[in-house]
């Protein structure tokens, strides 16, 4: 709360009072429309306005059927990964769910579903009726609640998964491990999935004790949202999490059986000086909190969203499982987080990960107090190819592949996109851009262009050396957004062009797909773009659309038009349009508002600009420009008023698009 009062304080300094008033009714209005945000049942409901403005998904849907709703565990188990995953990939994505949450707190979040609803409710006749071929299923327990709508599934031909994520026939499945249902969902699935190595041990198993002919298993452990849980960003310091010496962090369940307890109070009490902090519901386990040593601290529930900035300032992350039945069985999610946040891991010795680098695994508590007295080592470069093979998309992208669910590429699109990249001094983050996109480049084949603006931090003779003829490489005459984007597109050869920064990569091969999707469908788009904005009165760029919740696309939305222009980075267009209207104004050289400007260049040929948030890309922000200093703040004043006067000569209704 802290923190959205300074927010508010913050904006109060830069932009006055009414101002301030009219950001803090605009965001408390959109969150209004959200359904029962206390009990985090948070599906967005679109307005009538709404719905005339936003063209909706139609396209390929996602159904996932599980235990717990999406906001147990702070959301970050592994169905609502999936689920946040679809939805990001242009998904519909609906959740459903047997067990209400037992947690004591219960986060409000806004879902990226389209439904999330207890399996009991479900209208029945409602859900058969939508149903298509080819709709993608997920299971995720073998529960006789769920045989009804495998029946459907089947019915309609769509693609099944059945995902083995636990060891059910242990105490955790004694309330509805059903036996019939194992049968079924192994024997209609598509696919199967292992989450460990034993799972899927225990899968083969099952096939063979059942009798179940040519079925594929397939082994893909739990993951990181590697754009959540990036390093490089920055992160305010919790207020409650509590350093010492070694700072050491867990967070996840802390009620299960599997729990060692007795391995943690021996290492606390051994290193009185270290500082343990254990994040999770522990409303249920008072007598074990009562015992615990007073450096080790309970911080309570918290959203997945909040965990990154506890991992960026602890100094390791811990693992402190027995090794069980329920315990070796597991393919613990947050280790992967822990990775990916550039922290050595200490753990027991699990079957899944005692080979991963960057963990330290054993069972002995003078091991762990001797790792922890002496330092642990970690391997940056080890920690990039882990996290590249083991995020989410990388999993769902992995199961839409053997699902037989993908389809070609639109001929109109392969080999016929130029991707346009500007470097100035970007050294520390072009390459990871331009491997990405050569990583996923079969699918699209894209031409691949860099324009160099007078960089000296050695980046150009580094791109020269590298990627020689991987990539396109030219140098501008000077540092200029405008003529090192116009330089670029002289010298594309494909039909489209794509602009990109050097400061995103692409997070999967189906990172297009969105944008084809809705390019095919609509002729009167002239360009497209997953970053937009609007003017205030004055005609100035304001509010963007990372100002408001889900970025102005709520999950059921594919695109819309309603926004005042489009930022470069992720924007696409036909190189025949961008001829017809000369292309960027050299005006706004070196930078500032040449994107604004080229969007209502566009709009000023009678064509339309779209903005969705489905690109494939993530991406890192203010790392191109130094949007802080007073030189850049005299920038945006005064292309500001010469984009403000062009346009209002030209065309002013185009300045009216408002926020």
């Known amino acids: 709360m802290n923190s959205k009062i300074q927010k508010i304080k913050d904006y109060y300094n830069e932009n006055g009072l009414r101002e301030t008033i009219k950001k803090v009714y605009r965001y408390t209005s959109f969150r209004m429309k959200v359904k029962n945000p206390s009990k985090s049942n948070t599906v967005y409901k679109l307005s009538k306005k709404e719905q005339k403005e936003i063209k909706l998904k139609t396209k390929k849907r996602v159904y996932i059927f599980t235990n717990i709703p999406y906001f147990d565990v702070g959301g ?24 209400e949450s037992s947690e004591t707190v219960k986060h409000s979040m ?29 299971f995720e327990a073998p529960m ?16 099944i998964i059945y995902e083995n994520i636990d060891n059910w026939e242990t105490s955790l499945g004694n309330m509805f491990f059903s036996e019939n249902a194992l049968k079924e969902f192994l024997k209609e699935s598509t696919i199967l999935v292992g989450t460990s190595k034993l799972l899927v041990k225990q899968l083969e198993k099952y096939v063979k004790k059942y009798n179940i002919e040519d079925k594929k298993i397939l ?37 299960g059986t599997w729990f060692d307890w007795e391995l943690l109070k021996k290492i606390a009490e051994k290193c009185e000086n270290i500082s343990i902090n254990l994040i999770g ?3 249920g386990i008072m007598d074990i909190v009562k015992k615990m040593p007073s450096n080790i601290h309970f911080l309570g529930l918290k959203k997945q969203t909040d965990l990154p900035s506890y991992l960026y300032y602890s100094d390791y992350a811990i693992l402190p499982f027995k090794t ?34 960057n963990v330290y695994c054993s069972n002995s508590s003078r091991e762990w107090i001797k790792w922890i007295n002496q330092g642990l080592e970690f391997d940056i470069d080890a920690r990039n ?42 050294k520390n983050v072009i390459e990871n851009c331009i491997n990405s996109i050569i990583r996923f480049n079969d699918r699209y084949k894209a031409e691949i262009i860099v324009v160099d603006n007078q960089s000296t931090d050695g980046s150009y003779e580094m791109l020269q050396e590298k990627y020689k003829d991987k990539i396109k490489l030219y140098r501008n005459s000077k540092n200029g957004c405008s003529s090192g984007r116009n330089l670029g597109v002289s010298n594309a050869s494909k039909e489209y062009i794509m602009f990109l920064d050097s400061d995103q990569w692409i997070l999967h091969k189906y990172w297009l797909e969105p944008y084809i999707d809705i390019l095919t469908k609509d002729e009167q788009i002239g ?49 025949k349009l961008f001829n017809e209207i000369e292309g960027f104004d050299l005006h706004y050289d070196p930078t500032c508002y040449e994107d604004t400007d080229l969007s209502l260049k566009i709009r000023n040929q009678g064509l339309e600009i779209a903005y969705t948030t489905y690109l494939g890309v993530g991406h890192l922000p203010h790392q191109t420009t130094d949007n802080v200093s007073k030189e850049h703040e005299n920038l945006i004043e005064n292309k500001g008023n010469y984009f403000v006067q062009k346009w209002k000569k030209i065309n002013p209704k185009l300045l009216k698009y408002i926020k």
Not at 114 to 136: C, G, L, M, Q
Not at 144 to 159: H, N, S, W
Not at 325 to 331: A, D, F, L, Q
Not at 398 to 424: Q, V
């Open 527 to 575: 360009g497209l773009g997953w970053a937009a904005g609007w003017f205030n009165r004055a005609g100035y760029s304001y509010h963007i659309v990372d100002s408001f919740p889900y970025k102005y696309m709520p999950p059921i939305g594919l695109y819309r038009s309603d926004v005042g222009y489009l930022g470069t980075g992720g924007l696409i267009m036909k190189k």
């Open 76 to 99: 970050g188990q592994r169905a609502a990964q999936l689920a946040k995953t679809f939805n990001n990939m242009g998904y519909l994505v609906e959740y459903y769910y047997v067990f």
């Open 281 to 283: 519901d522990y409303a």
């Open 144 to 159: 006789d609640a769920f045989l009804p709508y495998l029946e459907e599934a089947k019915t309609k031909e769509c693609k």
């Open 219 to 255: 082994y893909l452990p739990n993951a990181v949202d590697s754009d959540l849980f990036e390093p490089r960003k920055n992160y305010d310091e919790p207020q409650d999490l509590v350093k010492g010496e070694k700072t050491l962090i867990y967070y996840g369940s802390l009620w």
């Open 385 to 426: 190819d882990f996290i590249e093979n083991n995020n989410w998309f990388s999993r769902c992208t992995t199961l839409i592949d053997n699902l037989g669910a993908k389809r070609k590429c639109d001929l109109e699109f392969y080999d016929n996109i130029s991707i346009i990249i500007l470097n100035y001094n970007n």
């Open 110 to 138: 806004l879902l990226p579903v389209t439904a999330h609803t207890k399996v009991s409710k479900i209208n029945k006749e409602e859900f058969k009726n939508k149903i298509e071929k080819k709709d993608i299923f997920i």
């Open 324 to 357: 069980d039945e329920i315990g070796k069985y597991v393919s613990p999610l947050k280790l992967f987080e822990y990775i990916a946040m550039n922290k050595p891991v200490i753990s027991t010795k699990l079957d899944d990960i005692v080979e991963y680098k």
